[in-house]
């Protein structure tokens, strides 16, 4: 076994709901007396799952499902309340947050050679020319069809799914789990920024002044090995209560390119990080392998986009909420990049931002956008203004926990400490629904009850 299959464990769906109460659902486990995944569709969610063998199970329908082979399976619920799911819950879980999914899509995307040949003549052409044949490709290919961009509701739709069959199991109409942010928050948001260059830090601190007087505070992630680091810009922005985190040690795809490649420069990388005490990283461009995010020397990573179909590595966990890989928690971003929003799409208006943060928001997830402060980015005084109208509308919105990344990260490693109190922890409401919802998430309306059994203090 490799270190990296050793340090990667499969996120489960009941680390994201949290349930106060154990509820068995027969979705095979980790049986799979079917085989392998395929494609499911009920309505127009669709998903990845590990199948069972079709069976003629009777009871209450809850939801069909149809394969991309054209077999129809049932979740149903027999009449002794049994409810029977026809494909493992967990594993479809996994697929969609893992990205497991790509290895049966067909993505537009450059090859492995292509990539390798564009990082080797990048610096050959100015950086207009490869825009310009940037928004060419743009102009020319299909968004596809899945992931849904910006707003993809496949781990929503899961999450729903799986409330509706735990209460359907329990015989009840509504249920509580720890909700998924303190207090009664209805969302959390994080603003981070990749520093892709030496006068990109210095602009740092524009940024900071905008987000400051919101009484806001955001991450810089640091390439530690392209440009002189300003330690006088980074002490500031530490004193100033702003978070610094690691953004590799080269801007380019190296890291990922091989597991030699990624072994060689983790001392580098874990130096790094000691040197900006930074506790989160985000890969150059967001390349990624998945499976290798866990021996990152970081206690958190912010890769993994919600969706993202105009990053080099094109894809997406479909989650609006943190999850587990490994040791480590994934912090998706869930917001388009402004790199997208202003230079490829050439969009001027806060609009599909703040749509995107509020559509986050109905949902109960992570707002987390994706910004740089270089010129050419945020550093250009047009699109910086239109930062500044995202920042006034969602530092007016108090339903929104607003805070740093690795706060969100100590948080949701304490909401999943079973039967340990947390402070700031209250009780939400999933209720029996109808498709294409399951079931509606209400926030909490009072604090979480606490009850002592034994020496555990347990909700």
């Not at 659902?25 to 669709?46: N, S």
């Not at 979740?75 to 002794?80: G, I, K, L, R, S």
């Not at 080269?250 to 420069?265: I, K, P, T």
């Not at 790199?339 to 799409?345: M, N, R, Y």
Request: some cysteine; aromatic content about 10%.
């Amino acid at each position: 076994m490799s270190s990296a299959d050793s340090q990667f464990v499969s996120p489960q769906l009941d680390d994201l709901l949290q349930p106060t109460d154990r509820i068995a659902i027969d979705d095979g486990g980790r049986t799979h007396d079917g085989g392998g995944r395929e494609w499911l569709e009920a309505g127009d969610w669709r998903l990845l799952a590990r199948t069972r063998e079709p069976s003629a199970r009777q009871g209450t329908p809850i939801e069909h499902f149809q394969s991309d082979s054209g077999v129809r399976l049932d979740a149903v619920q027999a009449e002794n309340g049994t409810v029977f799911v026809p494909f493992d819950l967990d594993d479809a879980y996994a697929a969609y947050v893992t990205e497991a999914w790509r290895q049966q899509a067909s993505l537009p995307a450059l090859s492995d050679g292509q990539l390798q040949l564009y990082y080797r003549i990048k610096r050959l052409f100015p950086r207009q020319f490869w825009l310009a044949l940037r928004r060419a490709y743009v102009r020319k290919r299909r968004l596809p069809a899945f992931p849904e961009w910006p707003l993809d509701m496949g781990v929503e739709r899961l999450l729903r799914f799986y409330s509706l069959c735990r209460l359907h199991a329990a015989g009840v109409e509504h249920a509580e789990f720890k909700w998924f942010w303190p207090e009664r928050h209805r969302a959390a948001l994080v603003l981070t920024h990749d520093v892709e260059s030496g006068d990109g830090l210095r602009l740092a601190l524009e940024l900071a002044d905008l987000e400051e007087e919101r009484g806001l505070r955001s991450s810089f992630n640091i390439v530690a090995g392209d440009y002189r680091l300003d330690e006088g810009v980074l002490r500031e922005l530490r004193e100033r209560g702003f978070e610094i985190g690691l953004h590799g040690l080269h801007h380019d795809r190296s890291l990922f390119s091989s597991r030699a490649e990624f072994e060689r420069q983790l001392p580098a990388l874990a130096k790094a990080a000691s040197h900006l005490g930074a506790e989160g990283f985000r890969s150059p461009s967001t390349h990624r392998v998945v499976e290798w995010l866990p021996e990152l020397p970081v206690d958190y990573d912010c890769t993994v986009p919600h969706s993202d179909p105009y990053e080099p590595q094109p894809g997406g966990c479909c989650s609006l909420w943190p999850f587990t890989l490994g040791r480590i928690v994934e912090l998706p971003y869930t917001l388009p990049q402004d790199h997208t929003l202003f230079t490829l799409l050439g969009k001027r208006s806060v609009e599909p931002w703040l749509e995107q943060a509020l559509a986050v928001e109905r949902r109960f997830g992570l707002i987390q956008c994706l910004s740089h402060p270089d010129r050419g980015y945020l550093g250009d005084p047009d699109k910086r203004a239109i930062y500044r109208e995202l920042l006034d509308a969602l530092a007016e919105r108090d339903t929104i926990w607003k805070t740093l990344p690795r706060e969100v990260v100590r948080w949701w490693r304490q909401r999943a400490l079973g039967g340990t109190l947390v402070d700031g922890q209250m009780l939400g409401t999933m209720r029996v629904g109808a498709a294409p919802d399951y079931a509606q998430f209400e926030p909490p309306a009072q604090r979480l009850p606490i009850c002592s059994v034994g020496k555990a203090t347990v909700a």
